[in-house]
């Protein structure tokens, strides 16, 4: 979904504080001083003492980097949910709270306890929930003057009141719809592999926003979640602010399950599979923009103006987890619904559907459909199978009716890859590399993930699987193995 531009420590126990090595030359007298970081006379509940280990255990982890996983859920059928999202634990207390995956915005926001229009139940199988910052001991309002704040002036994401001091935001999306609200600091929990151990229920303190007033399809229950995760590549994303802390790299993957269900993977780390390839993404922009030179259907260019996909004046080619469908440039799309209505013709019975050219189709679709190619700059292509330039509709007399999915985008020279093509392919967001690269796969399969070490190299050891909680179990899905570099020093993190 494109959005129009507009380290805590405490610890607990014992602190030796140590006189410099000069005074004992002097021979003057030593005191090593005992302090408690907690005075004796005051009691902690027991979350918040898990609290405070757990953010000590942030830092240690800080050293050492790893890679971490989200689960997913959500499919990218219209006709079903239209979206993946994801489950994020916010807060002390940690409250879950299920977000849109979002690569066209760069902010992670929840819906705030004192939100206006927030929708309160969704169609999906999720309970929504709504952030409070009083009712986390953890949380803690970003001011004006806070520098975390002008992570976000830098690009438009955020902006101050003179009358509450707070840091505030204002995002409108490309469907026309739009959030308001102010950002907070508090804990974010995670599954990580460091070295080749997981480290369940670590945390990192980030900057994330907390709305209090959304409009257009935002507000529509039958599929709400309760905010969005923004994966750009701005100083306000998540994958900027846990990069910037060390706790990981500064490359996210993800592979997304098109059919049975969807789900599929999502990972802060290098997803690693020989077929990739890889195109540079565009300098300067505020999206990941790639430069897409020429379309073909059976190996044949199209004869599509090149300037068609320039990316100068606002224009180019965006890719965007956030977007259903996929959408053209007019000046593309005339020619492509006609080479694939020319290539099948013979095949099937072409009809119009609500003004979407479509095709009745009484047999498989890889036996009449023909392969397309998306070609980009550096020899990368795309292939992409029938199932993901076509959306089955409805049926007609026992005849399956599937329908273009691309759309139209008139007198705008943009295209937005959404996740009707995203789908069944990995995909890496390399930010230190800036470059995208993609591969066809299976995502209900492993995968092999790949993150740099302390030492600048990787080393690859099968460090097992990640899992939705600390059980055992693998989840279904979302499999990884880890290829990480194995260190010596593994912190170990028991949890209460």
């Known amino acids: 979904m494109a959005a129009v531009r507009r380290s805590e420590s405490a610890v607990i126990g014992l602190v030796l504080v140590w006189f410099p090595a000069a005074v004992l030359a002097l021979g003057l007298p030593v005191t090593l001083k005992l302090e408690r970081a907690i005075p004796a006379s005051r009691v902690l509940e027991l979350s918040q003492l898990r609290a405070r280990d757990r953010a000590r255990h942030g830092r240690l982890l800080q050293s050492l980097g790893g890679v971490i996983d989200f689960p ?57 929930n709504f952030f409070d910052p009083g009712s986390s001991f953890t949380s803690a309002l970003i001011s004006c003057s806070d520098q975390r704040c002008s992570w976000g002036v830098q690009s438009s994401d955020s902006g101050c009141s003179a009358q509450s001091n707070l840091c505030s935001y204002t995002f409108q999306y490309g469907d026309g719809s739009g959030t308001s609200g102010f950002y907070v600091s508090d804990m974010l929990y995670f599954d990580m592999i460091v070295g080749s151990s997981f480290v369940p229920n670590s945390t990192a303190r980030v900057v994330f926003g907390c709305s209090t007033s959304q409009t257009g399809d935002l507000v529509k ?26 706790l990981a790299p500064r490359v996210f993957s993800h592979c997304l399950k098109g059919e049975n269900g969807g789900g599929g993977v999502l990972v802060l780390g290098e997803i690693v599979e020989p077929n990739i390839v890889f195109t540079p993404l565009v300098p300067s922009q505020p999206h990941y923009n790639v430069n897409l030179l020429s379309i073909s259907v059976n190996g044949q260019n199209l004869a599509i103006n090149p300037s068609v996909f320039s990316t100068s004046n606002g224009q180019g080619t965006i890719i965007d987890t956030g977007t259903t469908l996929a959408y053209l440039a007019e000046a593309a799309y005339d020619p492509f619904v006609e080479a694939i209505t020319n290539a099948v013709s013979q095949s099937v019975r072409p009809v119009l559907s609500k003004g979407n050219q479509c095709y009745v189709i009484t047999s498989s679709l890889a036996d009449i459909f023909p392969q397309v190619s998306l070609n980009f700059a550096g020899g990368a292509s795309m292939f992409l199978n029938p199932q993901d330039y076509l959306i089955q509709q409805n049926s007609i007399g026992g005849a399956a009716v599937w329908c273009i999915g691309f759309q139209k985008i008139q007198g705008q020279g943009i295209t937005i890859l959404g996740d009707l093509v995203l789908k069944d392919k990995i995909f890496v967001y390399d930010l230190v590399g800036q470059r995208i690269g993609w591969a066809n796969y299976d995502c209900s399969m492993a995968v092999n993930v790949s993150a740099a070490s302390s030492s600048g190299r990787s080393e690859y050891v099968n460090a097992g699987q990640f899992r939705d909680n600390a059980s055992p179990q693998p989840r279904p899905g979302n499999i990884l193995t880890i290829l990480v570099l194995v260190l010596v020093f593994v912190p170990v993190l028991v949890p209460l």
């Not at 990218?76 to 299920?98: A, C, H, W």
């Not at 229950?221 to 060390?246: H, N």
Request: glycine fraction near 14%; aromatic fraction near 10%; charge should be negative.
């Open 72 to 128: 997913v859920d959500g499919t990218f059928d219209p006709f079903v949910v239209g979206l993946y999202y994801t489950k994020l634990q916010l807060g002390s207390p940690p409250r879950e709270f299920y977000v849109q995956i979002d690569t066209g915005s760069d902010v992670l926001w929840v819906s705030c306890s004192s939100c206006n229009g927030c929708p309160q139940t969704s169609g999906l199988p999720i309970q929504l």
């Open 221 to 246: 229950s039958d599929r709400a979640v309760d905010g969005i995760f923004g994966f750009g590549q701005q100083g306000m994303s998540l994958v900027s602010q846990l990069a910037s802390q060390g």
